[in-house]
T-cell receptor, first 111, second 112 residues
Framework: TQLLEQSPQFLSIQEGENLTVYCNSS?????LQWYRQEPGEGPVLLVT?????EVKKLKRLTFQFGDARKDSSLHITAAQPGDTGLYLC???????????FGAGTTVTVRA | EPEVTQTPSHQVTQMGQEVILRCVPI?????FYWYRQILGQKVEFLVS????????KSEIFDDQFSVERPDGSNFTLKIRSTKLEDSAMYFC??????????FGSGTRLTVV
């Protein structure tokens, strides 16, 4: 079983501050996805990264895949209360169909 | 925007009863999945389905579980004899390719 460790587990910041969420593993993943999940809802895909060292931007969100494809980070610039939610990383090992999910980081942005 | 639809949103069942969870994937998607999330725990993979057969399953997906695509649009998960520990949110997902899952909103299953 490929384990994805997310840190921190909880993050509370003031509106306008920056934050970074980390997703680490000892295993190599062929791709890694970031999701956001609201209470009582399914995960919603934010981004997929495939190539080691890849950086993708989605407005104020920046996603990076580590060079060795074992880790990833999500950076939010000038966080807003609307960014509050549970952020999940999920990796696909090798040619598997399945995704292995991290436990998630709960982000709270205070107005 | 196309979405994956799951029914029912909530299901309460007696231990030992059979339940069928239903999903309508996005129409042009080829890959279908079931995941579950026990309260307070990680999202866990159950099974993937492609070309009318199971392509991969986890150790959770034992003989009590089965999946079916009965009519080309629905995708169902059957739990034959439910146990208390089957209580969880069950998510269906579909994808057109190897990347880019779309998850449904889930079915909350409570076994009493």
């Amino acid at each position: 079983t490929q384990l994805l460790e997310q840190s921190p587990q909880f993050l509370s910041i003031q509106e306008g501050e920056n934050l970074t969420v980390y997703c680490n593993s000892s295993s190599v993943f062929s791709s890694l996805q970031w999701y956001r999940q609201e209470p009582g809802e399914g995960p919603v895909l934010l981004v997929t990264v495939v190539t080691g060292g890849e950086v993708k931007k989605l407005k104020r969100l920046t996603f990076q895949f580590g060079d060795a494809r074992k880790d990833s980070s999500l950076h939010i610039t000038a966080a807003q209360p609307g960014d509050t939610g549970l952020y999940l990383c999920a990796g696909r090992p090798g040619n598997d169909y399945k995704l292995s999910f991290g436990a998630g980081t709960t982000v709270t942005v205070r107005a | 925007e196309p979405e994956v639809t799951q029914t029912p949103s909530h299901q309460v069942t007696q231990m030992g009863q059979e339940v069928i969870l239903r999903c309508v994937p996005i129409s042009n998607h080829l890959y279908f999945y079931w995941y579950r999330q026990i309260l307070g725990q990680k999202v866990e993979f159950l099974v993937s389905f492609y070309n009318n057969e199971i392509s991969e399953k986890s150790e959770i997906f034992d003989d009590q579980f089965s999946v079916e695509r009965p009519d080309g649009s629905n995708f169902t998960l059957k739990i034959r004899s439910t146990k208390l520990e089957d209580s969880a949110m069950y998510f269906c997902a579909s994808s057109a390719s190897y990347y880019g899952y779309t998850f449904g909103s889930g079915t909350r299953l409570t076994v009493v």
